[in-house]
C-alpha cells in the first residue's frame, strides 16, 4: 500500500476538555483512531508536524502510517479540527486500514487541458467547475493519490459528468448509479448589464418623482386666470 505520511503518535489516558486543553500546550493534539474490529484508541501527535502537512491534498488522500511506541499503524485522515480563530489543529480523527479491506474516502479531482481547450481558447468560454474531490472505495493497494479529468477536448456548451472520470482497477465511485452529478463546465461568459448614462438618468425621472421645477408656478398662474374669469361673468 502506498504510505504517504509518517507520524509519531503516543497513547494519552486523561480524557475530557481539560486534559485536551493541557495536552495542546504542551505542543501535541489530541487524536482518536478507531476502525478495523477493534476499540477506539486516544492518541497525541506533534503540532507542529501537522501544521506542516494540513496544508497538503494528499494528506487526506493517502495512507498515513503511525509509530505508536513499537507499533506500526496505518490509517487514514477522516477529520481535521481546526481552532475557529488561530491556525491551530485542536483535534484529528483517523481511521485504521486493514490491508485486505476497502477504505473509503475523497480524492481531489485534478482537472487538464484546461487553458487549450476548444471551448476556452477559441471559442471564449469560461469553465466553471462544480466539484473539487469526489469520494472513492477501494482496496489499500489500489488507492491513487487523485483523479485526473482532461478537458482538452470541450467545446462551449459542454459538460463533463463523474462517469467521466477515468477511473483505475480497483477504483470505484460508490453513489455514481445513483447520482450521476456534473463535476466541471464551459459556458459563455456573463455580459453584465451596461450602466445608464448620465443623460439617460436625467431623461427619465424615477416615477413618482415631484415635478419639475416651473411647473408648480404655471399651474397656480392657470387657476388664477380661471377665477378671473368667473369673477367677470357675475
Do not use: W
Not at 493519490?145 to 467545446?155: I, K, Q, T
Amino acid at each position: 500500500m502506498r504510505i504517504g505520511f509518517n507520524f509519531s503518535a503516543e497513547p494519552r489516558s486523561a480524557q475530557g476538555k481539560g486534559a485536551s486543553r493541557r495536552l495542546r500546550r504542551t505542543g501535541k493534539v489530541p487524536a482518536i483512531l478507531y476502525g478495523g474490529h477493534n476499540e477506539a484508541e486516544s492518541l497525541a501527535v506533534e503540532h507542529q508536524k501537522l501544521l506542516l502537512v494540513i496544508e497538503d491534498e494528499r494528506f487526506y488522500s493517502s495512507i498515513v502510517q503511525l509509530q505508536i511506541g513499537d507499533r506500526a499503524q496505518p490509517a487514514i485522515v477522516k477529520d481535521v479540527q481546526m481552532h475557529p480563530a488561530k491556525n491551530q489543529v485542536v483535534h484529528l480523527d483517523l481511521q485504521r486500514v486493514v490491508e485486505n479491506e476497502p477504505i473509503r474516502l475523497h480524492l481531489p479531482i485534478h482537472f487538464k487541458g484546461e487553458a487549450a481547450c476548444p471551448g476556452v481558447k477559441t471559442q471564449g468560454g469560461v469553465v466553471s467547475h462544480m466539484m473539487a474531490d469526489v469520494e472513492i472505495t477501494c482496496l489499500p493497494k489500489d488507492l491513487p493519490e487523485f483523479l485526473e479529468l482532461d478537458l482538452s477536448e470541450m467545446n462551449i456548451n459542454e459538460t463533463k459528468f463523474l462517469a467521466d472520470i477515468p477511473l483505475p482497477p480497483g477504483v470505484t465511485i460508490p453513489h455514481l448509479a445513483h447520482r450521476n452529478a456534473p463535476v466541471v463546465s464551459i459556458h459563455s461568459p456573463r455580459v453584465a448589464e451596461p450602466e445608464p448614462t448620465a443623460e439617460a438618468a436625467a431623461a427619465a425621472p424615477a416615477e413618482g418623482a415631484a415635478p419639475a421645477a416651473g411647473a408648480a408656478p404655471a399651474a397656480a398662474e392657470a387657476a388664477k386666470g380661471e377665477a378671473k374669469k368667473e369673477g367677470g361673468k357675475k
